[in-house]
């Protein structure tokens, strides 16, 4: 099974603390770590953790953090495209907060100016499956509209609506897209998917952290329900439910049961401190 993630890859910063912080104040931290991050790259560790042979294509550029960014990636089997190779570029950076008390986390992110980058097209006829986080979009809907034309399943990790989703939805088989993602127009989540099956979108769902998802299979609405677990740290959550999805929808092709599965996987990784630290026993 090889799967394409093609999307957003951070450096996060991740503060772990009693409580979140006040305005005005100051917080010691009870723990920092640092590393990779973004949905498409969490996405793209889990589906390759799972068994799957995993390809990235995101911006990285030359910088002061490379060291740490091809430290980080080269500890997984995953081949790297840069949409920025060669060219100098900030780095697209998170410092997330965690409340050690609920598990929720907070997130700031810098993303620096747009710079003018490569359209890196992989061969789809050499893929099985692609997600899309909504990130470097431009270049995303040309890899989509090949992948479509060669009938590789589409994915779309929809955590908000942006400029051109529009252009890129007509190219995507499945959406699975958060409680922030509205259309312009829809006000209700449960108008979403309706929305998304208009712009021919087969089958779409709505996670809502550990809520019930809501689902819609070829015009028919379901709830899939979320396994409750004991809540450490949320981060990466949503980003390891699509890289399990999309290895458990290549194995059987069932929408509903891939959907359940990825919501155990990821219901399982909130026990433990860090979008990783759950690869060690699962």
């Not at 790259?41 to 550029?61: M, Q, S, V, Y």
């Not at 697209?92 to 993303?111: C, Q, W």
């Not at 979320?226 to 290895?247: E, M, Q, R, S």
Request: hydrophobic share 40%; net charge negative; charged share 20%.
């Amino acid at each position: 099974m090889k799967g394409l993630f093609f999307g957003l890859l951070t450096i996060d910063l991740h503060f772990y603390t009693d409580h979140y912080p006040e305005e005005n104040s100051k917080i010691k931290a009870k723990k920092f770590d640092s590393y990779i991050g973004g949905p498409a790259t969490n996405a793209a560790i889990t589906f390759n953790h799972l068994g799957g042979n995993t390809e990235l294509i995101t911006a990285i550029g030359k910088n002061n953090f490379n060291s740490m960014v091809y430290e980080d990636i080269g500890q997984y089997e995953i081949e790297v495209k840069d949409l920025l190779a060669g060219e100098k570029a900030d780095p697209v950076f998170a410092s997330i907060i965690t409340s050690e008390a609920t598990g929720e986390r907070t997130i700031f992110s810098y993303h620096p100016p747009k710079f003018s980058m490569k359209t890196s097209i992989e061969q789809a006829s050499e893929l099985d499956i692609a997600l899309f986080d909504g990130f470097y979009i431009e270049a995303a809907i040309e890899q989509a509209k090949l992948c479509r034309k060669h009938g590789i399943t589409t994915v779309l990790d929809g955590g908000s609506w942006k400029k051109q989703t529009d252009d890129l939805l007509q190219y995507i088989d499945i959406a699975i897209c958060s409680e922030d993602f509205l259309p312009p127009g829809v006000i209700h989540q449960t108008d979403v998917t309706e929305y998304l099956m208009k712009k021919g979108v087969k089958n779409a769902a709505i996670t809502r952290g550990n809520q019930a998802i809501i689902v819609n299979e070829g015009q028919v609405n379901l709830i899939v329900e979320v396994p409750k677990t004991n809540v450490i740290d949320t981060l990466g959550a949503g980003d390891i439910f699509h890289g399990a999805f999309c290895h458990f929808y290549l194995k059987d092709q069932n929408f509903i049961n891939s959907l359940e599965k990825a919501a155990q996987v990821a219901s399982y990784s909130c026990q433990f401190q860090g979008p990783t630290a759950w690869m060690d026993s699962y």
